[in-house]
């Protein structure tokens, strides 16, 4: 698309064609459009042809190209169209909107889905949760709403049956953050009929090809749409051209999918299913008057009753006042009494099919409320927030002309005539008359003016409408022929209406059934046949108060008037067509308040062929459209025009003599020094109140120019602002340290105070302060008591310590080493009785042996040089055999002796201590102990044959080993357990202690899986 300004693809602007001829028109549209480039400008206004195929013009590498940048900066194209109407919006905090026009066909449903898709493609980087959401609803809601208001017609194979204006709220960011969508009249009478070669709504089709076998069962229905009145006609119909590739069963998935997304409930789409069926049954009932002899007449029945149950059953509804709203209705006579008057066969099957339509018209509205409700903006609180600005998207229903044109048609050519005025209104005469008030020397331009034909349908007493109106309302028997016959008293001289009896010579109108109006796009005969009637919309209150009474919440929510009492006397309704016109005047005045941005769609051929441009026929469109007039008023109009306050306002920072504030005469004298030390004089109009600039290149260059500035003034103000926070911050802070400061001294003294009284008594022995209590100190004294705790508490160990004799100091720091390991992990360790050691030394505890082993350890001393006897006692031990036996353990400072003690304590076995890398002994008070040994089988044995009986000597052998350990700077890893695990030969076992009361002394149990120790409990 880089080449669009080559000439092999004609001029991207109409504005910049040599001749503003319809010849030369055409022929730069038909070149464009050969080439693939469907889209061109005629100033702001996007002017596009529907190419019918699918072309690489879209998706996010498209989208990337357009993002940021001015409208004619890259070559014509919708993402340019929305991105200059949502810069619009959220430079200026200006409502803007979006009106796609053009005829059944023309592309405007597709045109609004790449707008959409641009919107929630550019918006929320930061990628907020909500934000998500709702551009997930805005998105989804499209292919909802096609489902249920689209419809295959013979001018177009997705045509919009509605007309659908939706709202985009914006925060201040830019991020959408709501929405709100306004529909307008449903062409609910497609329900019931249609034209050949035309379809029902999708919804009706995707249901029964793409529901499953299953809910199709359920529903009563069959996959076939032959086999139901309101589908039959368009039963061999695909959705669209390429059939292939958008099925309806390929539809149905999206948009159950879509429904899910948007926050639908599966009991709302059941409900949504169950209706949709349930119309198609209605649809399918037939009324049979039965003949009985006698006075008495026939009365009318249902030919297949099995049908009402299926409607009852679907509508959640009772059979029987199913039955009877079908074929009687109540009314209420001048005493309020009730008569139930019956149907002949004529008003039943009117019945019915007023029903079916009203139905699936509530059902449509229904769809549209909840979809507003999930997209509504909640809890904006614009003081908090800041206003919300909108960007508007029209997608309305184009100008038709079908063989037979009803009140539908009627209704949405005269929609198309508004949208026509609007875009008279705002481009052309606003614009010409607003350069006449300005003083702007300008040469008037001719153009059609449509207020006759809209004054023609919306007049007052005389207009098509009002006499319509008051055909509904007459009493007695107003045909649609008396109508007709009224609106040609009426309109008789009307340059742009006509009827067979005002000219007898314009056979293409019957006589009593015909009128013509001259639209701005061509002439449309109108069958005034059924007028009336669906301008009543008249629904009987019996079928309104069954629908009430349904037990689906989904159904009974859509029928509110229902729970009205058939007594109650109730206001008129508005009829239809008063209703539309309210809409549509409330819809101009919406988009009159707003910036407007045009997309006028073109369509190519009547015959959807891609790739062909029928001139003659696009040259209508062209010619009605206006599109030559809005080319010639954009040739000799301006771009762009703002007062000179907001023009200053914007701009100001680009000039030295206006920034930050001018000293010129006016505010005009100011604008024209900016302009012209930017160098755009040459560019620009000044008018008496406003600045008119011809070209949209000078906007750009302000813009630009601003965009520059504009961080620099930021930061100015940052800058300034921030060193005024500062100041306020360091003076805050000076007089917060000064009373800190202040505070501190008087707490430190305080504390120091309450130390010196409390620790007074500290030197008294023998407890030297130990249960004194600590006052509670400041935060900020805290490192400075932790201190002071731990340096009283050396002072109170040496005042302890001092005392204590050299030859009990090694006792003391085994037991400390032994506190540091078992404290908290075994119940008794033995730190309060005197440490002997060498427990086979010693008489007491070795009466009859002692002497002998002082002889053993004698003949070891010299012989493995050691120095000192760490530990010694009797023990028993088990080895890998499960042999038990008595044996004696002593521990030097660098062997470990197993000995026999029986045979003068001969060394059985002799470890180097320096091998030993850990014990492991039990939380209770058995004298079990495991020995570790690098590369040795571990050594199980309990400690035993001690006096006193069973003495706790565990914490002790820990702690005489643990302090030797330490002296040789060297780890000794103990461990508490319950379940020791030993090593003996690579083979695991677990070892653990039985308590027995009745055992005598502590002997082991063997079993494969490892040891028990018995241990008598006394």
């Known amino acids: 698309m880089e080449d669009d300004n080559d000439p092999a693809y004609g001029k991207p602007d109409f504005v910049l064609l040599d001749q503003v001829t319809m010849e030369d028109f055409m022929k730069n549209l038909k070149l464009r459009f050969e080439k693939n480039r469907i889209y061109t400008y005629i100033g702001e206004v996007l002017v596009s042809v529907n190419p019918y195929q699918e072309l690489p013009l879209y998706g996010p590498e498209v989208i990337a190209q357009y993002q940021g940048h001015e409208l004619y900066e890259r070559p014509p194209h919708l993402y340019a169209v929305a991105n200059a109407a949502y810069k619009a919006m959220k430079r200026r905090a200006r409502d803007t909107c979006i009106v796609i026009s053009g005829e059944s066909g023309a592309g405007k449903t597709e045109a609004s889905k790449h707008i959409m898709q641009y919107i929630a493609a550019v918006t ?67 329900v019931l009929k249609q034209h050949v070669g035309e379809r029902n709504f999708h919804s009706f089709y995707q249901m029964l090809q793409g529901s499953e076998d299953k809910l199709l069962q359920e529903l009563h229905l069959q996959r076939n749409p032959a086999l139901y009145n309101f589908t039959r006609q368009g039963a061999g119909l695909s959705v669209t051209v390429l059939s292939n590739l958008n099925s309806d069963e390929m539809n149905h998935q999206a948009v159950t999918q879509a429904m899910g997304v948007i926050g639908f409930s599966p009991k709302e789409i059941a ?148 949208l026509q005025q609007l875009f008279i209104q705002l481009i052309l005469k606003q614009e010409q008359e607003e350069y006449q008030r300005e003083g702007i020397a300008w040469q008037s331009i001719n153009y059609f003016n449509n207020m006759a034909i809209v004054e023609l349908v919306e007049r007052p007493h005389r207009g098509i409408l009002a006499v319509l109106d008051e055909a509904c309302s007459s009493a007695g028997t107003i045909t649609d022929r008396i109508f007709l016959q009224t609106l040609d008293t009426h309109h008789r001289h009307h340059p742009h209406y006509t009827s067979r009896q005002l000219c007898p010579t314009d056979k293409s109108m019957e006589f009593g059934r015909d009128f013509q109006i001259k639209h701005y796009a061509g002439n449309v005969t109108y069958s005034v046949e059924g007028f009336i009637d669906k301008n009543r919309d008249l629904l009987f209150q019996d079928f309104k108060r069954l629908l009430y009474s349904s037990t689906d919440p989904t159904l009974r929510a859509m029928w509110p008037d229902g729970q009205q009492g058939i007594t109650e006397v109730t206001k008129r309704p508005l009829t239809a067509g008063t209703l539309f016109k309210n809409s549509m005047v409330a819809l101009v005045e919406n988009l009159a308040s707003k910036e407007p941005y045009y997309v006028r769609c073109i369509k190519p051929n009547e015959d959807k062929v891609a790739g062909r441009l029928d001139e003659s026929y696009c040259r209508h469109q062209v010619a009605y459209l206006g599109l030559l007039e809005n080319v010639r008023v954009r040739r000799a109009g301006f771009a762009f025009r703002q007062p000179y306050p907001r023009f200053l306002l914007r701009y100001k920072m680009t000039c030295e003599y206006t920034w930050p504030n001018h000293l010129l005469g006016s505010d005009k004298a100011a604008v024209s020094a900016l302009l012209e030390q930017s160098g755009l004089l040459g560019d620009v109009v000044f008018g008496h109140t406003k600045l008119f600039i011809r070209s949209p290149h000078t906007l750009v260059v302000l813009e630009q120019s601003r965009a520059r500035l504009i961080p620099v003034i930021v930061l100015l103000l940052q800058k300034a602002w921030r060193g005024t926070l500062a100041r306020q911050h360091c003076r805050r802070l000076r007089a917060v340290y000064t009373i800190m400061r202040w505070f501190r001294k008087h707490k430190v003294r305080s504390h120091l105070t309450e130390l010196q009284r409390t620790f007074q008594a500290a030197r008294q022995a023998p407890l030297y302060g130990r249960d004194l209590v600590w006052p509670t100190v400041p935060t900020v004294l805290q490192p400075f008591q932790d201190v002071c705790q731990v340096l009283f508490c050396r002072w109170r160990a040496w005042q302890l310590v001092k005392n204590i004799p050299p030859s009990d100091m090694a006792q003391i720091k085994a037991k400390v080493a032994a506190m540091g390991l078992l404290q908290g992990l075994r119940q008794d360790w033995g730190c309060c009785r005197a440490w002997v050691r060498d427990y086979l030394s010693s008489a007491a505890d070795n009466p009859t042996a002692s002497g002998l082993f002082t002889q053993r350890l004698q003949t070891l001393r010299e012989k493995d040089g050691f120095g000192t006897v760490l530990f010694s006692s009797h023990i028993r031990k088990v080895n890998r055999f499960h042999k038990r036996r008595d044996r004696a353990l002593l521990l030097t400072d660098l062997h470990l002796y197993k000995l026999e003690p029986n045979r003068q304590y001969r060394v059985m076995r002799a470890v180097p201590l320096k091998m030993v890398t850990g014990l492991s002994v039990t939380s209770g008070r058995d004298q079990l102990v495991v020995l570790h040994a690098q590369g040795q089988d571990d050594l199980v044995v309990c400690l035993h044959r001690t006096q006193p009986e069973l003495d706790n000597r565990v914490g002790e052998l820990v702690g005489v080993l643990a302090a030797h350990c330490q002296r040789e700077g060297r780890a000794l890893d103990v461990r508490v357990s319950d379940c020791i695990t030993l090593s003996q030969r690579g083979s695991r076992r677990l070892v653990s202690v039985e308590p027995k009361p009745e055992q005598q002394a502590p002997d082991f149990h063997c079993s494969r899986a490892g040891f028990t120790l018995l241990w008598p409990s006394r």
Not at 139 to 149: D, H, N, P, W
Not at 305 to 324: F, K, M, Q
Not at 351 to 375: G, H, P, T
Request: with cysteine; charged share 25%.
């Open 271 to 418: 409900s949504i299913h169950r209706i949709l069926a349930a119309i198609l049954h209605l649809g399918n009932i037939e009324f049979v008057e039965t003949k009985e002899e006698g006075p008495e007449k026939g009365h009318l029945v249902v030919a297949e009753e099995v049908l009402v149950e299926y409607v009852a059953e679907l509508t959640a509804t009772p059979r029987d006042l199913v039955l009877r709203s079908l074929l009687a209705r109540t009314v209420a006579s001048g005493g309020r009494d009730l008569i139930e008057k019956g149907y002949s066969t004529a008003e039943a099957c009117y019945a019915r099919d007023a029903c079916a339509k009203a139905v699936y018209q509530r059902l449509f509205e229904w769809i549209v409320d909840k979809i507003n409700s999930v997209m509504e903006a909640q809890g904006r609180d614009p003081r908090r927030d800041g206003k919300d600005t909108v960007i508007g998207v029209l997608d309305i229903y184009g100008f038709e002309v079908f063989p037979v044109n009803s009140f539908e048609q009627f209704c949405i050519n005269y929609c198309n005539e508004k």
């Open 124 to 190: 929320n980087p930061s990628q907020r949760t909500e934000v998500e959401r709702v551009k997930d609803v805005l998105l989804k809601s499209t292919c909802v709403l096609e489902a249920f208001g689209n419809a295959r017609t013979s001018r177009n194979h997705n045509s919009s049956r509605f007309g659908k204006y939706m709202d985009i709220n914006f925060n201040f960011k830019g991020d959408p953050i709501g929405g709100h969508i306004h529909s307008y009249l449903l062409e609910k009478s497609r």
